[in-house]
């Protein structure tokens, strides 16, 4: 399975939260890593996808297609 960077965009607008707020969510320092991965451009390690998710209140499975 892979990372889905489309359903990563669409559950942080659900939220309503900024780019920023999830890197903050997540301990990163800047958002950038956050644009990457909405726009596909990096690649997702399962340390940061469980982050993400609990950062976005969903199971790492929901981003995996």
């Not at 969510?25 to 990457?36: D, E, S, T």
Request: glycine share 4%; charged share 25%.
């Amino acid at each position: 399975k892979t990372f889905d960077h489309q359903k990563m965009k669409l559950r942080r607008e659900e939220l309503g939260l900024t780019q920023q707020q999830v890197s903050q969510r997540m301990g990163l320092r800047h958002r950038q890593m956050i644009n990457r991965w909405e726009a596909g451009l990096n690649s997702m390690s399962t340390h940061n996808l469980c982050r993400l998710a609990a950062a976005l209140d969903v199971e790492p499975a929901y981003f995996l297609k």
